[in-house]
């Protein structure tokens, strides 16, 4: 086994946060019995939602695929547990803050019963690396530490690139969240292994599990598994406790001391970073069979009687998670999937846990800092930027509505990580103002490209006009020219022939 | 269950702009009883009619401009501008005086430009700028440090509460039997008559290594000034960039002409040098703003300061250094955005 290393290079800013971990890491993660019915959004991942496969009415299994990938980006759902699909509705869901989208909603039978599997599943290493990136993609899988990419697709683009390391992440820097920490010491041994198959796929040979120094239970786990699977290409690497490290592009920072290039990824510059909970869910479909159909998810915040972690199947609605955490407390009043600083601020409890609930946080309202006032330009919130922008002078051309130096200025490379918004003495709403002027640069984009091409179109039927112009005349000018050679006669002929065309037609 | 929706992220923020200003204020205090302990209760007196036009002053032009006074008065900046024109006038100022420095910096230097936040120059120094041209000649009366060895006429509280309100001294006392010249003035007029260091540094109100009285209330300011760094209300970078800019000259001007040029200690005690480090070119609104910039602000007005003193007509030179480089800020900004992570060297993205 290898020891932890700290030889890390170094992140900009970033703020230690109370930590609020410790309430829901007491408890071993619990699972949620089947709920009576489930509700699956079929667009829980960044790119298309997927295409429903199955008819109301029909009965499914546990596992089994009821809609496929759509487009060029996705991934496939399966039904969680076994039973009669009921409808296919809009139904408020988290990704878009409590407003409905369509969803399958499955009444469940209670029987839990199972697709039929292959016997025995092959052995991941026996597999060659391109059937076994196949074979990902119809596992349903997505990044699940919050972001939802699609993993297969996210690994075949880096089989395009030259990968030096895999990331494991492990970080989980955010307040409240503890679903990666628990998974790491209730199942190190999936984590890992989930590690050696994209190690397998992808054919890189160093593996770095970057833990906060924070979880030092998650740490000493893995490094018992590590020393049982004498591996040595799996290295933990620990890492302070300073929010946003575990971001993608930060942690690669943190780890390898290189900057990931502006509007690039990882890869481009030869790492790949997937969460410790994806890496087990590829374990759990490549090993085991199972796809995507459950997950661990803190449900924690004082709004809840008893934080805690859990396993329950994607499309159990927060209202029967909660009621199985024991109830809401008075405190009950905010209800956030995800976690405090980037969580989604849902209106309603029915909404389904998804693949890309790590948290459920309910809590009592953010007591109000004061009214917002104008920015005194003390420029802390540039100190704690982990991209090193300057917010203060941001927030100014975003009043300003100025495109060209909010790009200069780097509002694209923004990771709305909210840092700013906690130290900023005006109480001004960055990272909410910094969304809207992304949204509007978005915008102008589509605009001038729809502009651009509104051009094109013009200019290429002015010109179509202008050739067939000039091609009426050339044959004209060639008749002309016929004509002329062929004598007064023939003219006299022509005439003639138009004569009687004009009087035939009278 | 319906919940209330917000904005992320969900934690309050920490910090608070008027909370800020009344730390500044806090640190202020202990500087401010020493000032009263040297120089009499005339500075109480400044304080007060320049907490009021201040004040006065913000009330109005919020009004005029349709806004809410309250709101403007709850962040406690009107406060620290009164403060800070307070330390930097004489403790006999009358009130007319003191009213115009104000005014004029709450007035034209804050308000016209938009309020907090919008200008461009430090309100409390365009106001003394103001004092300084219209009103020269009662800059100069600065009272006797209070120090037994010299022969001087104590002020009562009475008799200075009557100087600040009419501007005229009691029968019995005259300017020249209770002011002194102030430490900075007395080594230039020194200095022009061609007196060495060591000579003018031998007078008694030249104290132990700035002057009486002012290296006490630098020693006090400085304390406050620390107190606000490990507070996080200011940062070092400007304080290290005053103090390099003003003492890297200095020392050096020493070295080379000891006789004729005050060493570096003189320089950071006499005059309002810690002040302006601490207090004073660390207002945020009117300083640069990146970590970088600000350093470059603080020695840009170290240099002044310096140059002022050394070559130029005035005693001390804090004011204009610190409106000077205030108009350079915009320039600083530009020139010293930090390298954003992921963008190469041209600050491009690749």
Partial sequence: ?506 | MKFVRHEAPYVAPVADVASMMRQVLFALVPAGLVHVWYFGPGFIFNLIVASIFCIAGEVIMMRIRGRSPAKALSDYSALVTAALLAFALPSLTPWWVTATGALFGIVVAKHLYGGLGFNVFNPAMAGYVVILVAFPMYLNVWVAPRMGDIDYQYLSFLQTLGYTLTGTLPDSATIDAISRATPLDAMKSGLNNMRTIAEIRALPLMGDFGGRGWEWIGNLTAVGGFWLLIRKIIRWHIPVGVGIGLLLPATIMYLVGPDSNPGPTFHLFGGATILCAFFIATDPVSAATSPKGRLIYGIGIGILIYAIRRWGAYADGVAFAVLLMNMAVPAIDYLTRPHIVGHDEQGQQP
């Fill in chain 1, 1 to 506: 086994m290898s020891a932890p290393t700290y030889d890390l290079g170094k992140l900009h800013g970033g703020l230690r946060l109370d930590a609020h971990k410790s309430q829901s890491t007491a408890r071993p993660i619990m699972d949620v019995p089947v709920p009576g019915q489930l509700v699956l959004p079929i667009g829980q991942h960044v790119g298309d939602p997927a295409q429903p496969i199955v008819g109301i009415g029909e009965y499914v299994l546990k596992g089994q695929l009821i809609a496929e990938v759509h487009g060029t980006l996705g991934a496939p759902v399966h039904a969680s547990s076994s039973g009669k699909v009921v409808s296919i509705e809009p139904w408020p869901v988290a990704r878009r803050f409590g407003e409905p989208a369509p969803c399958i909603v499955i009444e469940c039978d209670g029987k839990d019963r199972p697709v039929e599997l292959a016997e025995i599943a092959p052995a991941f290493d026996e597999l060659p690396p391109d059937v076994l990136l196949q074979k990902i993609l119809h596992g349903g899988i997505v990044g699940l530490g919050g972001a939802v990419f699609p993993t297969a697709q996210k690994l075949m683009q880096a089989t395009t690139c030259d990968l030096d390391y895999l990331l494991l992440n492990g970080v989980e820097c955010e307040p409240y969240i503890s679903c990666d920490d628990v998974l790491m010491r209730e199942r190190a041994a999936e984590v890992l292994g989930g590690a050696q198959i994209l190690m397998h796929a992808l054919s890189i040979d160093r593996c770095y599990i970057v833990v906060e120094s924070d979880k030092p239970e998650a740490l000493h786990r893995l490094a018992e598994v590590m020393a049982e699977l004498d591996d040595e290409r799996l290295v933990l690497k620990l890492v302070p406790t300073i929010y946003p490290s575990g971001g993608e592009d930060q942690l690669v920072q943190l780890v390898t001391n290189l900057e990931v290039p502006s509007a690039g990824l990882p890869t481009d510059i030869g790492c790949l970073v997937q969460n410790v909970g994806t890496a087990a869910a590829i374990y759990d479909w490549i090993h085991d069979q199972e796809p995507l159909i459950s997950r661990v998810t803190t449900i924690t915040g004082n709004g809840v009687a008893a934080p805690m972690n859990v396993r329950a199947r994607i499309g159990t609605t927060v209202a029967d998670v909660v009621n199985f955490v024991g109830g809401y407390t008075e405190h009950a009043s905010q209800l956030i999937m995800g976690g405090p600083m980037t969580g989604k601020s849902v209106n309603t409890d029915r909404v389904p846990l998804v693949k890309a609930t790590n948290c459920v946080l309910i809590m009592s309202e953010t007591p109000s800092p004061g009214p917002e006032i104008a920015c005194i330009r003390c420029g802390e919130c540039a100190a704690v930027c982990p991209v090193q922008l300057l917010p203060q002078q941001l927030f100014w051309y975003a009043c300003a509505d100025d495109e060209k130096s909010l790009r200069s200025y780097g509002l694209t490379d923004c990771i709305e990580c909210g840092c700013c918004d906690l130290v900023c003495p005006s109480h001004i709403p960055l990272t909410a103002d910094f969304r809207k002027a992304k949204g509007r640069i978005r915008e102008l984009a589509d605009e001038k490209a729809r502009a651009v091409r509104a051009r094109q179109r013009f200019e290429a039927r002015n010109e179509r006009l202008e050739r067939d112009k000039r091609q009426r005349e050339q044959e004209l000018a060639r008749q002309k020219k016929h004509a002329k050679a062929a004598g007064p006669a023939a003219i006299a002929e022509i005439l003639k022939r138009k004569q009687q065309q004009k009087e035939d037609e009278d």
